[in-house]
């Protein structure tokens, strides 16, 4: 495979899945010690993950359709377009719990 049949991946994408994906790799890696802890690392990503969505949803305008968003509908009191965030949102958090994973096996390898 040459490299100009490579899919090109948007930058940012990669920043999506990869800043969270390191951020949850150091920090199972550091605190990881059992179950629990990889669970409760876990649990922080979801608590990340809403607080994202809360962010969005309270930037987001009440009285009119940002310039550039020809999309963005009314849900909730609040101009904004939700499937995007919640696709933003899947990606991150897959990145989140993917680099937990990585970050507690690295762990356990090491301190075997």
Not at 35 to 54: E, T
Not at 79 to 103: C, D, H, K, Y
Request: proline share 4%; glycine share 12%.
């Amino acid at each position: 495979m040459t490299a100009a049949s490579l899919p090109a991946v948007s930058g940012v994408f990669l920043a999506i899945v990869l800043i969270p994906a390191a951020a949850a790799s150091v920090s199972a890696f550091l605190l990881a010690r059992n179950i629990a802890r990889l669970a409760a690392i876990a649990g922080a990503g979801l608590v990340l993950a809403a607080v994202f969505v809360f962010v969005v949803y309270l930037r987001s305008p009440t009285a009119h359709a940002p310039h550039g968003c020809s999309d963005c509908g009314l849900y909730l009191g609040r101009w904004w377009e939700p499937g995007v965030i919640i696709v933003v949102v899947v990606f991150g958090l897959g990145g989140w719990l993917g680099g937990a994973a990585v970050g507690a096996t690295a762990r356990w390898l090491l301190r075997r």
